[in-house]
């Protein structure tokens, strides 16, 4: 096996950081501060893999923040609404829930249909409906918050805070879909396509792949994973807002970044992809936990990275070439 | 009096002597033609000149006195200009922007009318019909080529380095660029020509250097070479036949189309092929001779009737095609075929990973059937996990090779075999076409090579204008009746 720097980077990085955040506070290593670590990396981890894939094909997705919003949104009033016929129970949950992922099934297929089959730029298709699911989560909440019912937020808390001893649901889901993302980039036929159509999609097709087929599912496959997020993020606050989930989508992009796939598509890591969310949540983390630094310089902080992530990761040109 | 001239030159990428002790002298007014298998060392030649690579020992002379080049744009300073076989072309910007890239005429605003104008005087030299202001995105393949051509002439050359000017040129083009080569022969421009066809260099070159390995191993001057001597000084071994023996077509119907349109580019094409033939389609780049084919395949919407082994089939994607036995190799090895930035196990099985497992891909079936692969259609990889891109041309043409063959197919439609690939592979590739045949698989063929077409197929067909313009076979089988079928022209008149 060969050990590749460019490969490694982001995970030496991340290695750099706990030692950092451990000699700088001992509260850090502490088990209640992994854990809101991260569970709070959760909601982007998700979305940051479902990204992955779409980044891989060629593509690339603005509007997962407000969808995020957007899906919460609708969830929340579904289930208040089904509140006085069904009872406040799991079931009024279940509901929720369903609404959220079928929600993001649609809206991971319109973003995707709009590409494939109207043959519109993927930055232009989702900054259209970036700006869409945002307006639409504010309308529905008329300028202000969306709020769970509190006996039904009650019952939903624990699928946020509860869990198996510390390790908590959220942290489980992300373990689980990051496995899973990972095995299909790897070890999937689908993993394949997505790579070589994003390598050229030409050769894909000449190959017999059905390039339009395989895009659209990442979208769809991205809109899952909003939805999953969002069925996660919920019982966190119980409420929805027109400020949900706003930026987001770079938080996402720019974890998938740092993780080392290629945003020309052609590449992608999802275990790279989830060390780039850790990066990022800890950066956050040991600002707040550090006196150091301002915490408000947190996003100078994380655009140096990106940037320097993308630098250490250009290919090396051969030395003798001009 | 030498222009540009290497003394002595060696070239070592790390461990690998690539070129060893080269002697090479331009002269004003002179072709000299640089010939050479894939790998010989022509485009490190052609680098070093043009001032895009250092020799590693040994110098470059610029008018007998040693000059070093820190880089491209500072050897054109000098009028040394090279035409990369790899367009260097803004996709997005109009011919006359790109003829005048870096350079552009007008003091503070862009003087848009004599950049046009003159863009305009120099495509009309090179006697094409080139809009100066058409995106170079809208251009033909040969077209792109022209404007090359033409950016050169642009720059008032001294020494003019092509690289495999007239791969991708048609009949009538080939002519223009030989006349415009002609004329700066003739105005004292010294050119350096590298080409794989022999019969072209026989036709141009002043000089030939035969470069085989690294080293030079012959130069001739016009005339003292012949095709066949140019042939076996490069390869450095005699060569028998140049096309393996034509075999015996069995009668059976393997393929039979008719009335194939794909709107626009074809109309209304009827063939059958035997088992076991080697059909050839012949006719002008831009004919319909490669939308046949895509059409057949499913790659093009396409209406008719086709049958395979006389059933009847409906092909409406490359998926169908593969599940009725065909196959179809593509003429854009690099665009179309191959995945340059992946390795070759993964460009290997692109096209049936479903039969390397159901849900996990069966990686270790995969090597095998690489193995496989490289055994049979003989690709040398000094790698294995190296990037399809880093292997030579002749090698990405027999993966892409095993990568077609990979289904099993019958019936194998091969689009320029033997594209910018070298005298031992198309050999090689000539070979593997005939075995295919042997096996009872029919194969089509389409090329623009009039030698290849006719040394490899049982029999030729024609296009011209979307249409089939007729057939010969046998004794009628000659360069003469394919180019007058080619270009419309009918009686006896030469």
Same mark, same amino acid.
């Given at each position: 096996?060969?050990?590749?720097?460019?490969?490694?980077?982001?995970?030496?990085?991340?290695?750099?950081?706990? &030692?950092?955040?451990?000699?700088?506070?001992?509260?850090?290593?502490?088990?209640?501060? &992994?854990?809101?670590?991260?569970?709070?990396?959760?909601?982007?981890?998700?979305?940051?893999?479902?990204?992955?894939?779409?980044?891989?094909?060629?593509?690339?997705?603005?509007?997962?923040?407000?969808?995020?919003?957007?899906?919460?949104?609708?969830?929340?009033?579904?289930?208040?609404?089904?509140?006085?016929?069904?009872?406040?129970?799991?079931?009024?949950?279940?509901?929720?829930?369903?609404?959220?992922?079928?929600?993001?099934?649609?809206?991971?297929?319109?973003?995707?249909?709009?590409?494939?089959?109207?043959?519109?730029?993927?930055? #232009?298709?989702?900054?259209?409906?970036?700006?869409?699911?945002?307006?639409?989560?504010?309308?529905?909440?008329?300028?202000?918050?969306?709020?769970?019912?509190?006996?039904?937020?009650?019952?939903?808390?624990?699928?946020?805070?509860?869990?198996?001893?510390?390790?908590?649901?959220?942290? #489980?889901?992300?373990?689980? #879909?990051?496995?899973?993302?990972?095995?299909?980039?790897?070890?999937?036929?689908?993993?394949?396509?997505?790579?070589?159509?994003?390598?050229?999609?030409?050769?894909?097709?000449?190959?017999?792949?059905?390039?339009?087929?395989?895009?659209?599912?990442?979208?769809?496959?991205?809109?899952?994973?909003?939805?999953?997020?969002?069925?996660?993020?919920?019982? !966190?606050?119980?409420?929805?807002?027109?400020?949900?989930?706003?930026?987001?989508?770079?938080?996402?992009?720019?974890?998938?970044?740092?993780?080392?796939?290629?945003?020309?598509?052609?590449?992608? !890591?999802?275990?790279?992809?989830?060390?780039?969310?850790?990066?990022?949540?800890?950066?956050?983390?040991?600002?707040?936990?550090?006196?150091?630094?301002?915490?408000?310089?947190?996003?100078?902080?994380?655009?140096?990275?990106?940037?320097?992530?993308?630098?250490?990761?250009?290919?090396?040109?051969?030395?003798?070439?001009? | 009096?030498?222009?540009?001239?290497?003394?002595?030159?060696?070239?070592?990428?790390?461990?690998?002597?690539?070129?060893?002790?080269?002697?090479?002298?331009?002269?004003?007014?002179?072709?000299?033609?640089?010939?050479?298998?894939?790998?010989?060392?022509?485009?490190?030649?052609?680098?070093?000149?043009?001032? @895009?690579?250092?020799?590693?020992?040994?110098?470059?002379?610029?008018?007998?006195?040693?000059?070093?080049? *820190?880089?491209?744009?500072?050897?054109?300073?000098?009028?040394?200009?090279?035409?990369? +076989?790899?367009?260097?072309?803004?996709?997005?910007?109009?011919?006359?922007?790109?003829?005048?890239?870096?350079?552009?005429?007008?003091?503070?605003?862009?003087?848009? *009318?004599?950049?046009?104008? *003159?863009?305009?005087?120099?495509?009309?030299?090179?006697?094409?019909?080139?809009?100066?202001?058409?995106?170079?995105?809208?251009?033909?393949?040969?077209?792109?080529?022209?404007?090359?051509?033409?950016?050169?002439?642009?720059? +008032?050359?001294?020494?003019?380095?092509?690289?495999?000017?007239?791969?991708?040129?048609?009949?009538?083009?080939?002519?223009?660029?030989?006349?415009?080569?002609?004329?700066?022969?003739?105005?004292?421009?010294?050119?350096?020509?590298?080409?794989?066809?022999?019969?072209?260099?026989?036709?141009?070159?002043?000089?030939?250097?035969?470069?085989?390995?690294?080293?030079?191993?012959? +130069?001739?001057?016009?005339?003292?070479?012949?095709?066949?001597?140019?042939?076996? *000084?490069?390869?450095?071994?005699?060569?028998?036949?140049?096309?393996?023996?034509?075999? +015996?077509?069995?009668?059976?119907?393997?393929?039979?189309?008719?009335?194939?349109?794909?709107?626009?580019?074809?109309?209304?094409?009827?063939?059958?092929?035997?088992?076991?033939?080697?059909?050839?389609?012949?006719?002008?780049?831009?004919?319909?001779?490669?939308?046949?084919?895509?059409?057949?395949?499913?790659?093009?919407?396409?209406?008719?009737?086709?049958?395979?082994?006389?059933?009847?089939?409906?092909?409406?994607?490359?998926?169908?095609? @593969?599940?009725?036995?065909?196959?179809?190799?593509?003429?854009?090895?690099?665009?179309?075929?191959?995945?340059?930035?992946?390795?070759?196990?993964?460009?290997?099985?692109?096209?049936?990973?479903?039969?390397?497992?159901?849900?996990?891909?069966?990686?270790?079936?995969?090597?095998?059937?690489?193995?496989?692969?490289?055994?049979? @259609?003989?690709?040398?990889?000094?790698?294995?996990?190296?990037?399809?891109?880093?292997?030579?041309?002749?090698?990405?043409?027999?993966?892409?090779?095993?990568?077609?063959?990979?289904?099993?197919?019958?019936?194998?439609?091969?689009?320029?075999?033997?594209?910018?690939?070298?005298?031992?592979?198309?050999?090689?590739?000539?070979? @593997?076409?005939?075995?295919?045949?042997?096996?009872?698989?029919?194969?089509?063929?389409?090329?623009?090579?009039?030698?290849?077409?006719?040394?490899?197929?049982?029999?030729?067909?024609?296009?011209?204008?979307?249409?089939?313009?007729?057939?010969?076979?046998?004794?009628?089988?000659?360069?003469?009746?394919?180019?007058?079928?080619?270009?419309?022209?009918?009686?006896?008149?030469?």
């Amino acid at each position: 096996m060969k050990i590749d720097l460019h490969t490694l980077g982001p995970l030496v990085a991340l290695v750099a950081l706990v &030692i950092l955040g451990a000699a700088l506070n001992s509260a850090f290593l502490a088990p209640a501060n &992994i854990t809101n670590v991260l569970a709070r990396s959760a909601f982007i981890g998700l979305i940051a893999v479902g990204m992955t894939f779409v980044i891989t094909a060629g593509g690339l997705d603005l509007s997962v923040g407000s969808m995020a919003a957007f899906l919460a949104g609708i969830a929340i009033i579904a289930m208040n609404a089904a509140l006085p016929g069904m009872g406040s129970n799991w079931g009024t949950i279940l509901l929720g829930m369903g609404v959220a992922v079928l929600g993001g099934i649609a809206a991971g297929y319109l973003n995707g249909a709009l590409v494939t089959k109207a043959g519109i730029e993927p930055f #232009i298709v989702t900054l259209g409906t970036m700006g869409i699911f945002r307006s639409l989560v504010t309308w529905l909440a008329d300028g202000g918050t969306l709020s769970l019912d509190y006996g039904l937020r009650t019952l939903y808390r624990p699928v946020y805070y509860g869990g198996i001893g510390w390790i908590t649901w959220p942290i #489980i889901v992300f373990a689980l #879909i990051a496995f899973l993302g990972e095995w299909a980039m790897r070890h999937s036929r689908f993993g394949r396509h997505v790579e070589a159509i994003g390598s050229n999609d030409r050769v894909a097709r000449y190959s017999a792949i059905d390039v339009n087929r395989v895009r659209l599912l990442t979208y769809v496959l991205l809109g899952v994973l909003v939805g999953l997020a969002v069925v996660l993020y919920v019982p !966190r606050l119980g409420s929805a807002s027109g400020s949900t989930g706003v930026l987001w989508e770079l938080e996402a992009i720019a974890a998938v970044i740092i993780g080392g796939t290629a945003l020309k598509g052609g590449r992608g !890591r999802v275990w790279g992809t989830v060390v780039g969310v850790l990066i990022l949540s800890l950066i956050d983390n040991i600002l707040n936990l550090a006196d150091l630094v301002s915490p408000y310089l947190n996003g100078a902080i994380q655009g140096v990275i990106i940037v320097l992530a993308v630098v250490l990761q250009r290919e090396k040109r051969t030395a003798d070439e001009r | 009096m030498t222009v540009l001239a290497l003394d002595n030159v060696s070239k070592r990428f790390g461990p690998i002597e690539v070129l060893h002790g080269v002697d090479l002298a331009l002269e004003p007014g002179e072709v000299h033609a640089l010939i050479g298998e894939n790998g010989a060392g022509k485009s490190t030649i052609m680098k070093i000149l043009g001032g @895009f690579l250092d020799p590693t020992a040994g110098q470059v002379l610029l008018d007998g006195q040693p000059v070093h080049f *820190a880089s491209g744009p500072q050897a054109e300073a000098q009028g040394i200009v090279v035409i990369h +076989q790899e367009f260097n072309l803004a996709p997005d910007l109009s011919v006359a922007a790109n003829v005048f890239l870096g350079r552009e005429a007008g003091a503070w605003r862009l003087d848009h *009318a004599a950049m046009r104008d *003159a863009t305009a005087a120099l495509l009309k030299r090179l006697d094409t019909s080139i809009d100066p202001d058409a995106r170079i995105r809208d251009l033909s393949v040969p077209d792109r080529q022209m404007v090359e051509i033409a950016k050169a002439l642009s720059r +008032q050359a001294r020494v003019l380095i092509m690289d495999e000017p007239s791969a991708v040129l048609t009949h009538r083009e080939v002519g223009a660029l030989y006349a415009q080569i002609d004329r700066l022969r003739a105005e004292g421009v010294a050119i350096l020509y590298c080409s794989h066809r022999l019969d072209e260099v026989a036709h141009l070159a002043d000089r030939i250097t035969v470069l085989r390995d690294g080293r030079v191993v012959r +130069q001739a001057l016009r005339g003292e070479l012949t095709e066949d001597g140019m042939a076996t *000084a490069m390869v450095g071994r005699e060569l028998q036949d140049f096309y393996p023996p034509k075999g +015996q077509p069995g009668d059976a119907p393997a393929l039979e189309v008719r009335g194939l349109t794909v709107p626009g580019r074809v109309r209304d094409v009827s063939l059958t092929l035997r088992r076991g033939e080697v059909l050839g389609i012949a006719g002008l780049v831009g004919s319909g001779r490669t939308e046949l084919a895509e059409g057949l395949v499913g790659l093009r919407p396409a209406t008719g009737e086709i049958r395979v082994e006389g059933r009847p089939v409906a092909i409406r994607s490359l998926r169908d095609a @593969f599940a009725a036995g065909l196959a179809y190799l593509t003429e854009d090895r690099k665009e179309a075929g191959l995945l340059l930035d992946k390795g070759l196990r993964e460009n290997l099985t692109l096209a049936t990973l479903e039969r390397f497992g159901a849900w996990r891909l069966d990686t270790a079936a995969e090597d095998a059937a690489l193995d496989r692969a490289t055994r049979e @259609f003989d690709i040398r990889a000094p790698r294995r996990d190296m990037l399809a891109g880093k292997l030579s041309g002749g090698n990405q043409q027999k993966l892409l090779l095993a990568k077609v063959m990979l289904p099993d197919p019958r019936i194998i439609i091969i689009d320029e075999p033997t594209r910018g690939i070298d005298v031992g592979t198309k050999r090689q590739i000539y070979a @593997f076409i005939r075995k295919l045949a042997a096996e009872g698989r029919s194969l089509i063929v389409i090329s623009s090579e009039m030698t290849e077409v006719i040394g490899l197929s049982d029999r030729v067909l024609v296009m011209r204008e979307g249409r089939l313009a007729g057939e010969v076979a046998g004794q009628a089988m000659t360069e003469d009746n394919i180019v007058r079928l080619a270009m419309g022209v009918t009686g006896d008149v030469a």
